[in-house]
T-cell receptor
């Protein structure tokens, strides 16, 4: 059973547009939600993360929106650039088992020039 | 230094070979991880070492044997692998202090089993 469900599987956005990737979870014990960015041939890199006590976190062009009641969170990439083309993974973990991350299935983003 | 260094970058081995993957970090992190990643899939957790002790083993077959010689080094010993074990093997580390753990990944070892 997949603990974190991610959509869409792939996304094509024009340069300057907004990219939106969604994740949903069922386990209400999750208390930490990071997003990772992975380029081909590289390991994932932490992009931005949020805890459920805030509804939004922004870092530069990247924003996480968090809806605790709906058990959903999303990544918004504003002014998307070709250099943002990568695979994005959402993830979740619990305080009691903080070394174990449940990853979403990934979204391959292609930003067209 | 915020790097996790993995060697080798590529490895081709036969099913009867024994090989080892190596991982090193100098960030003072006390948790180290091995993940397996198949193409177009998310990383799958294999092992976690916390303060140099194995804390999580995700029911990984015994042909994979992890080792943590000290707080900076992590090895994965491979023996009698199967072709389906071909994948990108990622090492990661984190502070190991509790919630909000930030994983730092290496670039991985691309393993092909013939």
């Amino acid at each position: 059973q997949q603990q974190v469900k991610q959509s869409p599987q792939s996304l094509i956005v024009q340069k300057g547009g907004i990219s939106i990737i969604n994740c949903a979870y069922e386990n209400t014990a999750f208390d930490y939600f990071p997003w990772y960015q992975q380029f081909p041939g590289k390991g994932p890199a932490l992009l931005i993360a949020i805890r459920p006590d805030v509804s939004e976190k922004k870092e530069g062009r990247f924003t996480i929106s968090f809806n605790k009641s709906a058990k959903q969170f999303s990544l918004h990439i504003m002014d998307s650039q070709p250099g943002d083309s990568a695979t994005y993974f959402c993830a979740a973990s619990t305080e009691n088992n903080f070394n174990k991350f449940y990853f979403g299935s990934g979204t391959k983003l292609n930003v067209k020039p | 230094d915020t790097e996790v260094t993995q060697t080798p970058k590529h490895l081709v081995m036969g099913m009867t070979n024994k090989k080892s993957l190596k991982c090193e970090q100098h960030m003072g992190h006390r948790a180290m991880y091995w993940y397996k990643q198949k193409a177009k899939k998310p990383p799958e957790l294999m092992f976690v070492y916390s303060y140099e002790k194995l804390s999580i083993n995700e029911s990984v077959p015994s042909r994979f044997s992890p080792e943590c010689p000290n707080s900076s080094l992590l090895n994965l010993h491979l023996h009698a692998l199967q072709p389906e074990d071909s994948a990108l093997y990622l090492c990661a580390s984190s502070a190991g202090q509790g919630s909000n753990e930030k994983l730092f990944f290496g670039s991985g070892t691309q393993l092909s089993v013939l």
